[in-house]
């Protein structure tokens, strides 16, 4: 007997769908005056805020005025000269043990101005759940990289390697209840999206 | 007919149950225009979305080849199953052979309509449903009412309660933010616990082998990271051919099915985490045959936003449960008969063709359309009431013939005039129960513009 | 834009009607109720077939009268002639002399939508038979229009002589702002009156733009209803929402129908409208029995009967 694989790319061969061709790349993308401002309306717009900061001390100072995000609990930050990690996550073989994490610090590569996603690629963390278990998350992007859209930001990324990533567009949130949005369903409860630079 | 008809009638018989659950849905329905408008190039969007559609079920038998080898090559097991009793096997197989007893899952619908958790549950295994909506109606023992809105049918207090019954919160407390709260606390636990991840997939690419999940609470991300194996679950329809296509997509995804520009998540997996695995379980389960059909073949280009659940005045009115299929509304409406069209025959007739769920969808599923079609086909297998076809015989023969057409108008119109009200409004006449008939003129118009034409 | 709709309209065989208008009121056939825009002089072979031919003794130039054949659907024939008739004074008083075929019946809209297609198609040939010698043919529902236009396929695979009629039949309102390009209406209605937009013009016919769409909002029901003196539109909160109506939807799925129709009279009632009209009698029929079963104070008439001028 064929092999399921088999048989099922048997009978979607047999299906003799009429040929289309594959569409140009889309270009018609919507474009802003202004894409740094544009993200961070559209960060504002899905809870999360934007840091405008010229330098690390800038940052940590503003990072700062949120108690939420005052050190001393346990960080785990890629991004020392800003916030300094309190533990090297290089260290740990279980990614369980980061479940007490409470302030993550991660470079994000660049900003999507349409929809307030950040890009952030896992291949300099060691455990991937980091961005998603932490209670209170910072990305930090260099200011100059942000793109108008979603067209633009896959004109950035190449894949082909084992590698993780992930857009991340403020916090955790749901509506699932009565669509009432409640911020904070299982992952970040805050997003601070610093534009570095 | 009984089916959805009756059902949708025990919903309604609760008024301000139903208009709660129209406004609610006409809510998203309002995000979802307001986004939209923020785009300018919204229907050339859609226009590519659908194009791109077309020609990957064109070539899925190449893209889907090209996805194994890709996916093979980063690492991941890539598993073929022709239906629904396949796909649970294989899911078993791998929990079983990793003696993995609790499994944590986030949404997708192609596990729901192979029946995966009572499949797992029956094997000792606990799988807890981890997206909010679906966690409720989980332990409601429940179905999902909606595609992305899950739990859209249930108030706070009924989850208030559900929460106090099974995750010990306060007696009478419905706030949703408190709710949420309990319910994260509740599910870190079993993220914790779970021995492996489940997912579904929105989008898979062929060129590079890795695929997209999308979610606002980051449940699957919680759920595939922390242990050591990831069984994602897909269709075969939801392959695109090249990452730089994801872009189309993303940006119609979330804006159609929530008016959110995007999902706060948009995760993209390629290969498994180090020293990990990663299984990914192709299923057809009757999608080789709807590509066979020039009909039906659109349906399979969706990508289970529920903007047409959330558009459809049927929908909003009548709940997701009276569609009693795993996926509701009009989309649901064609993949259902699909599967069984005994069962699911009142389905394609929930309908009153306004074509809104054509207008919204963003790939151009010619909906309403197929729901139409749908009617026909169900008439050539034989499951439309006699009784209606019948009517419809006996209707086109009178409209064959003038003379008796106007014959029996005229007798109708008398008639009308003529029997006593208890009698026209009887239970025989569903039109009369909450409307009235309009009131017959003496002639027709025919007859007066011979009159008045000297013809 | 969409598939959906064919492509007719505005092209050459438009102007040579309007010529005919413009002539008509000249003749002093009708009250000159109104204004046809400038038109290009005859020119070039169009789709327009003609079979018979007139001179307009007033111009003193020959003209070619189109053949403009009515089509009233039966329910309308049967229970509201007087949308048929107000149909035929808008056309007449606009120099449009209609025929009115007597063999028609029924598109076969109810059997098609109810998937009996064998039952429909008989019907549908007899449309094609009756109504192919008519240059164009004009009817007062957007719904049955939308079953010849957009549905008939099914029943004429490339039949030629479907392909020659399809551009030619079309919605009254269509025909006035397409084809006659009316720009004046001096009749008066003095209300507030609420535009339920009936969903098989709205988005089969695409009388006008559906909110689902992001296209340049356009309508040309609304446009012709603003050119009623005194009339004031009102806008219910959801514009193009349906009625519930459906064909055999309104009696098979009777509750989520009627709660379809109780929902929409309350949205024209609470933007304040005082009359409600649409494109289609059907709706307004089903409309108009949950209104009077509710004694609501809200009428319901005929797009055609506002635009001849009829009385609330």
Known sequence: ?197 | MTGHPTRAAEFIALPQRAAWHDQSLWFVRAKRDKAAKAIPEWESLRDAAAAIKAHTVANLADYLEEFERNAKKLGAVVHWARDAAEHNAIVLKILSDHNVKRVVKSKSMLTEECHLNPHLEAAGIEVVDTDLGERIVQLANERPSHIVLPCIHKKKEEIGELFHEHLGTDAGASDPQYLTEAARGHLRDRFLKAGAGLTGVNFAIAETGGFVVCTNEGNADLGVSLPPIHIACMGIEKLIPKAAELGVFLRLLARSATGQAITTYSSHFHGPRAGCELHIVLVDNGRSTVLGQDDFRRSLNCIRCGACMNTCPVYRRSGGHSYNATVPGPIGSILEPARDPAKHASLPHACSLCGSCSDVCPVKINIHEQLLIWRRELVKKGLLPLTKRWAMSIGSAVLQRPWLYQMVGGMGRMALKLLPRFLVYSRLNPWGKQRELPTPPKQSFRDQFKARHGK | MSNMVGDFGTTGNVSRLSLLATFSIATGNAPPLTRARDLPGFGGSTSFVHRSTSPIPSSGRPSIVPRVGLFIPCYIDQMYPDVGFATVEVLERLGVTVEFPEAQTCCGQPMANTGCTEAAAPLARRFVEIFEPYDAVVCPSGSCVAMVRAHYHEYFHHDPRYDALRPKVFELCEYLVDVLKVDKLPVRFPHKVGLHQSCHGLRELRLGSSSETIVAPFNKAKQLLELIDGLELVDPARPDECCGFGGTFAVSEEAVSCLMGHDRIADHLQAGAEVMTATDMSCLMHLDGLIRRDKQPLRCMHIAELLAGRPV
């Open chain 1, 1 to 197: 007997m064929a092999s399921s694989r088999d048989a099922i790319l048997a009978t979607v061969r047999a299906a003799k769908v009429p040929q289309a061709a594959r569409p140009e790349p889309f270009r018609a993308g919507i474009r802003y005056a202004d894409p740094l401002k544009q993200f961070g309306e559209s960060l504002a717009a899905v809870g999360g805020k934007m840091i405008v900061a010229p330098d690390a001390d800038s940052a940590r100072a503003q990072l700062l005025e949120n108690p939420l995000l005052v050190p001393g609990k346990k960080n785990c930050s890629l991004l020392p000269e800003i916030i300094a990690p309190t533990f090297s996550l290089d260290d740990i073989a279980d990614p369980h043990e980061v479940e007490d994490v409470w302030l993550a610090v991660l470079p994000g590569e660049f900003a999507v101005a349409e929809n307030a996603a950040v890009w952030f690629s896992g291949r300099r963390l060691k455990h991937r759940v980091v961005p998603f278990i932490t209670q209170h998350l910072v990305l930090v992007v260099p200011r100059d990289q942000v793109v108008n859209n979603m067209h633009e930001a896959y004109d950035r990324l190449k894949f082909g390697t084992v590698e993780f990533g992930v857009f991340i567009s403020g916090p955790s949130k749901t509506a699932d209840i009565e669509q009432s949005l409640v911020i904070g369903a299982h992952g970040a409860r805050s997003l601070s999206v610093v534009m570095l630079g």
